[in-house]
């Protein structure tokens, strides 16, 4: 009995050994194989991994010209853990901030790790970091990552180009390639393209020691990653065409467009007033964003992109498409003026004083109100539609052939896809079955509901100037060392307009500028065809409007230009417009009095609800 009570003890003893044994065995193996977080402590002790920034891809002008570039600039990076017996002073001085920052600063380090490294103080300038280099060894803890900044050569553009900030955590939740600190393309191209041009990130593993400071690559840089530079782009823009296309509308207010037929490559996009692009870069980005947005006439709004302005006469161009394509026009067709339509004097629209009867030719080379109103109403009076509804519609959707009324495609992040009225605005302002083709006789001459934007202005003068068919515009044509050929942008966009149709238009818009309402327009050698336009305006004087494009065969450039509050449109947009053109095609001026006039041209102040109401 004795015996079997100590048997059965040792065994009872055995099994709480072995047990001990294997729970530590157990947890010995969970610690060494399952749970890294002792490994990771304890490299964290003498490793640190140093991201490895791309460097951004560069952008060209169509000619090759440098637009865009980077510039090396510092973030200076924190381990809390390892600071210890520093002087603060002298480091906030060395750096430039106050010692209450610094506090702030390092309370936010703390928060977010004490063993990890994190942004002490973001995109030292060069300057600081060579003085601050002399002394890092002074600061255990401290350490500066390189990394790059974009730079603009040229000043201008900026609202083509856009610019780059850091990046929001909302974005970086969603993505897996962006983490807290990055940057990113916040408008332009820059966001536009900015899978192509953010590069691909790499890493370092670096050896440091007690006090933080950097003893080389752990094993050689056998764990280290490459960082791999973005593609290079090579834009469709002009870069002397941009600058002064800036030049001219200093003072004013308004955009320009200009494309080249043949391809839809935007030359030039200016919106006034505009900034410097430099402003938005660095450590004075956000200080700097806010002024501009405070700043009158908004200069970070792109009227070329997003401005809605009535066409006014410009317009006319397209209803005389659309008329002949109706059947209801001919070259041949002449209607009265008699100051103003209807006939009789005193009628509205009003008009200019000019030879009448017009036909076809003659009623664009003069811009006649008249003419366009008995256009408009043979368009939408016409038998053979079962209701004034289904004429309406069919004349909506020949408009909205041209790519007015919506959305093109450019390759720009933004861009205004309204403009043309519906039935169901009309139903809604005048009651179902209530109005007709007199109630909205202002449409007639671009006025009234219609809207376009310069971009959307020049689209129409490329298609024009192709005799029916336009390439949807973008800014850029290669992407690295390989020409753009995405087929969205290299597909010819038909309007619904037969190019028999556009011959004695383009003759018309030839006597425009030869002999008619843009006469002091001429440029000697070169056939520009042309339409003025006197966009009416509810919150002050018209708006000033020009399209056209040159040489009259084989076209190498088409035009919009709106100033705003400038009067009538040959007295501001037709002469930049001209100045524009002779500029791109022959590389010289040869009217220096008017380049000299509009230079110095002041059309301001705009009243801030007129901006307000552009949006």
């Not at 000619?63 to 924190?78: A, I, Q, S, T, W």
């Not at 990130?201 to 752990?218: A, E, T, W």
Request: hydrophobic letters at 35%.
């Amino acid at each position: 009995m004795i015996q079997s009570v100590s048997t059965n003890r040792r065994y009872i003893i055995i099994a709480i050994f072995l047990s001990v044994g294997i729970i530590y065995l157990a947890r010995f193996f969970y610690i060494q194989v399952i749970d890294d977080s002792y490994i990771k402590s304890a490299q964290h002790n003498f490793l640190r991994p140093v991201t490895q920034f791309p460097s951004r891809g560069l952008v060209y002008d169509r000619k090759g010209k440098l637009l865009v570039y980077n510039e090396p600039v510092y973030d200076l990076m924190v381990t809390p853990k390892l600071i210890k017996g520093m002087d603060t002073a002298e480091f906030c001085a060395l750096i430039g901030i106050a010692r209450e920052e610094f506090d702030k600063k390092l309370r936010l380090a703390k928060k977010y790790s004490r063993d990890l490294p994190s942004p002490f103080e973001k995109q030292l300038s060069k300057e600081t970091y060579g003085t601050l280099m002399e002394k890092l060894d002074d600061f255990p803890g401290f350490f500066v990552q390189p990394r790059t900044l974009r730079r603009y050569n040229d000043r201008t553009a900026a609202h083509l180009l856009g610019d780059i900030g850091e990046v929001d955590s909302a974005t970086v939740k969603d993505s897996k390639y962006y983490r807290d600190g990055d940057y990113i393309g916040k408008s332009g191209i820059e966001l536009t393209y900015e899978p192509e041009l953010r590069g691909k990130r790499g890493s370092k593993l670096m050896m440091v020691d007690v006090h933080g400071r950097l003893m080389g690559s752990f094993e050689n840089g056998k764990y280290d990653t490459l960082a791999e530079g973005g593609e290079n782009l090579t834009t469709s823009i002009d870069a002397g065409l941009q600058s002064y296309g800036e030049e001219l509308m200093q003072n004013k207010i308004g955009g320009i467009v200009a494309i080249e037929p043949s391809t839809g490559e935007i030359l030039a996009m200016v919106s006034s007033p505009s900034y410097d692009p430099n402003l938005l870069v660095g450590r004075l980005r956000a200080q700097n964003y806010g002024k501009l947005l405070t700043t009158d006439n908004n200069p970070l709004y792109n009227r070329a992109l997003l401005s809605s302005y009535p066409p006014g006469s410009t317009f006319k161009i397209i209803m005389s498409l659309v008329a002949q394509q109706e059947g209801v026009l001919f070259p041949e067709t002449r209607y009265p003026c008699a100051m103003g339509y209807p006939p009789g004097g005193g009628g509205k629209p009003a008009c200019e004083a000019h030879p009448s009867p017009c036909d076809l030719a003659m009623a664009i080379t003069y811009s006649c109100n008249s003419y366009f109103c008995y256009v408009f109403k043979s368009v939408l009076d016409k038998k053979g539609f079962n209701s004034f509804e289904e004429s309406f519609t069919s004349w909506r959707k020949h408009i909205l052939s041209f790519g007015l009324g919506r959305k093109l495609g450019v390759d720009l992040p933004t861009e205004l896809g309204i403009g043309v009225p519906t039935i169901e605005h009309y139903d809604k302002v005048f009651g179902e079955g209530h109005w007709k083709s007199s109630t909205i006789l202002s449409l007639a001459i671009g006025q009234g509901e219609m809207g376009v934007s310069p971009l959307k202005m020049a689209n129409v003068m490329a298609t024009v100037a192709n005799r029916g068919y336009y390439y949807i515009p973008h800014v850029v044509k290669a992407i690295g060392d390989k020409q753009f050929q995405f087929e969205k942008y290299t597909t010819k966009n038909y309007t619904d307009v037969e190019s028999k149709y556009f011959d004695i238009v383009i003759v018309g818009m030839e006597d425009v500028v030869q002999s008619g309402t843009a006469a002091a327009s001429k440029v000697s050698g070169i056939d520009i065809c042309g339409k003025t336009g006197t966009a009416q305006n509810p919150s002050g004087k018209s708006h000033s409007v020009f399209v056209g494009f040159a040489p009259k065969d084989n076209p190498k450039i088409a035009i919009a230009v709106v100033v705003e509050h400038a009067g009538w449109g040959a007295e501001w947009a037709a002469p930049i417009a001209s100045l524009m053109i002779e500029k791109y095609l022959t590389g010289t001026i040869t009217r220096p009095e008017i380049e000299k006039r509009i230079k110095n041209g002041v059309i301001l102040p705009v009243p801030k609800v007129a901006v307000n109401n552009e949006r």
